[in-house]
């Protein structure tokens, strides 16, 4: 058999096996939808206790793991993301526990009125069937995003990436054998246990098995399953971040804020980017912040206006207004006013968070109208985009997307609405 020929029955015996988890997952999120939350939280205290009493069988396939990711030349930092300890799958089970402790949005029913016919008409939250979450190096996501997928009363398919196969093989057996423990469907969380790249084509194309494509990794994943999939896809590509300084902000503020939401931490997607200056304080603020940045060996480049006032500072090309650094390097722009911070975020922007420093009321309501983001703020640093600081308790992901979930996605964006009506043997006239 030649190599063509292989690989095409390889990858058909893929296509097979994601449909035969495809068809197990639609099956056993019928018997999710209707679980009850005094189930779904004990099953969750369950997975948690068997993380724990397995830890051991975990800390060794991740070992496996780390051994093959040093021997295959895994960087340090996707090493560190990879590697599982005590300390990290303690995480996981505090985790599980204050998901477990969260408000079940299932079944919540909201604006029930009474029509002129005599009938009630309102709205009941229900889970959005069975979501595939396709994601890379991190294993603790396997644990983040079954929890949430059970809470919320979906089976999900999980497609970890190819370095942490081991790990999420081990954790998938703890998961398992908690959900068994409360008597919920086992395939409710399936974790894809092929390296082969033909899986991710197969879960993405199976609409009649999977209702939600939710895509963690980088940009590279996020843009071919956006451009491949056949399935709704919750996502977001690039987190470019502006912080806007208007010429009535607050110094001290803005110098605190635009700190922060730079060197926090870099390789996130709700960090500064880009900072936008007005030109009446430039010259008051940016060498103070520059210097500052200097001491944290964050690489600057500014426009013309930004270099006379910091001449260390490297030219930005054109190209830097659009790019996820992801890094400690900041591009830097003075603008004349409101309306250019405007017109610069409109253009360069990705609609992750924007925010703007300003004592002026009117401009911070206006800022807030016309951004176009999933999160837009003022007076505070872009870091604050995250779900557990808005109060969901977990996050599946970040959605830039406008229909369905937007911004960060806890429990309630992983279901949706169904009209229901209430009568007592009405007919239509």
């Given amino acids: 058999m030649n190599s063509s020929v292989a690989d095409s029955a390889d990858q058909q015996a893929t296509r097979e096996k994601l449909e035969e988890m495809g068809h197990a997952a639609r099956a056993a999120a019928r018997l999710m939808a209707r679980a009850d939350t005094a189930t779904k939280n004990s099953a969750l205290k369950a997975i948690a206790a068997q993380l724990d009493a397995r830890r051991d069988e975990v800390v060794a396939a991740n070992a496996r793991d780390m051994q093959a990711g040093r021997d295959n030349g895994l960087d340090a930092a996707l090493l560190d993301r990879l590697e599982l300890n005590d300390e990290r799958i303690d995480g996981m089970i505090e985790g599980l526990h204050q998901i477990a ?15 002129p016919s005599g009938i009630q008409v ?14 890379e190096s991190r294993p603790n996501v396997t644990i983040d ?4 997928c059970l809470k919320s009363g979906n089976a999900t398919i999980l497609r970890g990436g190819s370095e942490a196969l081991h790990s999420n093989g081990a954790i998938a ?40 494509i939710v895509p963690r990794g980088g940009t590279g994943l996020i843009e071919r399953v956006s451009r491949e999939a056949r399935v709704p896809v919750i996502k977001h590509l690039h987190g470019v971040c502006h912080v806007y300084i208007d010429d009535r902000a607050d110094l001290d503020k803005a110098f605190n804020i635009a700190l922060n939401a730079k060197t926090h931490r870099y390789g996130v997607c709700n960090a500064m980017e880009s900072l936008l200056v007005a030109e009446a304080v430039a010259a008051d603020i940016l060498p103070r912040l520059a210097a500052a940045y200097r001491e944290k060996d964050v690489e600057l480049r500014g426009c013309e206006q930004t270099r006379k006032i910091l001449p260390d500072c490297h030219v930005a090309s054109d190209s830097d ?47 807030l109208a016309e951004v176009d983001a999933s999160s837009v703020m003022v007076n505070a640093s872009t870091r604050f985009a995250d779900g557990f600081e808005y109060g969901l308790g977990a996050e599946i992901g970040i959605s830039t997307d406008k229909i369905h979930a937007r911004g960060p996605v806890g429990l309630e964006g992983l279901t949706s609405q169904k009209w229901i009506v209430l009568g007592d043997g009405h007919i239509r006239q």
């Fill in 173 to 212: 057996a703890c998961i398992a054998a908690g959900l068994k423990e409360e008597g919920l469907p086992e395939t409710a969380v399936q974790v894809v246990d092929t390296t082969d790249r033909a899986a991710v084509g197969a879960l993405i194309s199976m609409p009649e098995y999977v209702d939600v």
């Fill in 122 to 135: 309102g709205k009941m939250r229900v889970p959005l069937g069975v979501i595939g979450i396709i994601y």
């Fill in 321 to 367: 207004w659009s790019e996820e650094y992801l890094a400690p390097i900041l591009s830097i722009r003075v603008v004349a006013d409101m309306d250019d911070a405007l017109d610069h975020i409109a253009r360069y922007g990705s609609g992750h968070t924007e925010s703007i420093v300003t004592g002026d009321y009117s401009r911070a309501r206006r800022f």
């Fill in 145 to 148: 995003a079954a929890s949430l």
């Fill in 101 to 115: 402790e969260l408000p079940d949005p299932v079944g919540e029913i909201e604006d029930l009125k009474y029509r």
